[in-house]
């Protein structure tokens, strides 16, 4: 065999060998959904909840005793000073009866402290007595005075208590619930009626907590009467829970309504959905949004190249995702899945077109 015969074949094989190495390995495009970002107007979502009293008071008797009367059912209609229930006030009339009888004779032995000293007085200007004397009848005196006083408030204080046997409203309202029965014996403070004030109507609803953002304090809010759709009142959120709770994963928000009619009673249940101005925003799902420091972006499709390209976003929440500020422009697809793991320039294949 000839020298240049073997050389040859020796050089095509390392040539193709290393062809092979230097070629690179294609990735596939990556399959996403997508959304057109389009102007619309505002969807909004309406909420159930109930009509609630603003302020509501438990009132209860300030003294022990077995109750013997009640008045009211839960749903009377009270006035203020008008009486709820009664207890049995026979211990506390007798301890008004003991008191007066004990200022009595507290007043008896004043009377004859006050004589004993003026004829004490009289005696000594006749040399018939000690000054001695006199000092002491004026300290008897002194000393069955204080004990009238005492006895005065004393007796005041028992009468006082008698009428506290005596449950009364404090204001005008409606009996929302009852807490004792006639015949059970209640502690000095327990509550029994429970009165909520009309002056004042809140409609409470429960809003999951990724969309509560849309509820801020002093949004305003059609309520509707779910009973009659035809009766509508504006209300303006004044509270909303602090954290979401544990098993529903919602916040309770209070809804101020404003000069609600007769026909909102207290537990109707009520549609509370959020104002909107009527003006066309762009909107996209949360899952189209990423965040990073230096804020929100979304992953923009180049319909030419079919790749991504991430564009920074300013956005505000929505009770159904989040309307688009500046950033983006109308006709531009959007990612809305998976932005976490995509990156610039990334070949993409649009998979499904999802409508706005």
């Known amino acids: 065999m000839k020298p240049g015969q073997v050389i040859v074949p020796f050089m095509i094989a390392l040539a ?8 690179p390995e294609d990735v596939p495009p990556r399959p996403v959904l997508s959304i057109l970002a389009q102007p619309k107007q505002a969807r909004a ?5 109930t009509v609630e009293a603003r302020y509501s008071a438990d009132l209860g008797f300030q003294v022990l005793g077995r109750i013997v009367s009640r008045d009211v059912e839960v749903g009377d209609i009270v006035r203020k000073g008008q009486e709820l229930a009664r207890l049995d006030d026979t211990e506390l009339d007798l301890a008004v009866s003991k008191a007066k009888a004990d200022l009595e004779s507290a007043a008896a032995k004043l009377d004859f402290a006050r004589l004993n000293e003026e004829r004490q007085r009289k005696l000594l200007q006749t040399n018939a007595s000690t000054r001695e004397r006199l000092e002491e009848a004026i300290e008897a005196s002194e ?6 006083l005492q006895l005065q408030a004393l007796l005041r204080k028992a009468e006082e208590q008698s009428g506290y046997a ?3 409203a404090e204001t005008d309202g409606v ?5 004792a029965e006639s015949g059970q014996v209640v502690a ?5 009626v429970t009165i909520a004030r009309l002056e004042a109507r809140d409609a409470v609803v429960d809003i999951p907590d990724g969309q509560v953002e849309g509820a801020a304090k002093g949004a305003t809010f059609a309520v509707v009467l779910q009973a009659n759709p035809d009766l509508r009142v504006s209300g303006t959120v004044r509270e909303i829970a602090p954290q979401a709770d544990a098993t529903t994963r919602t916040r309770r928000v209070k809804i101020a309504l404003q000069d609600p009619p007769d026909a909102f009673r207290l537990g109707s249940m009520v549609t509370a959905t959020p104002a909107t101005d009527g003006k066309e925003t762009l909107w996209l799902p949360r899952s189209a949004i990423g965040q990073e420091a230096e804020g929100s972006f979304v992953w923009v499709v180049d319909a030419t190249k079919k790749t991504v390209h991430r564009k920074t976003v300013t956005v505000r929440p929505a009770l ?4 688009v500020l500046d950033g983006i422009r109308a006709g531009e697809r959007v990612v809305t899945a998976g932005v976490t793991a995509l990156q610039e320039n990334q070949a993409v294949r649009i998979i499904e077109e999802t409508s706005p």
């Open 45 to 49: 979502i309406g909420f159930t909840g």
């Open 175 to 179: 009996v929302s619930a009852l807490a």
């Open 188 to 192: 000095a403070g327990q509550p029994v």
């Open 16 to 23: 193709l060998g290393g062809c092979s190495q230097e070629a």
């Open 143 to 148: 000393a069955a005075k204080a004990g009238v």
């Open 320 to 323: 159904d995702g989040v309307e």
């Open 166 to 168: 005596t449950l009364r």
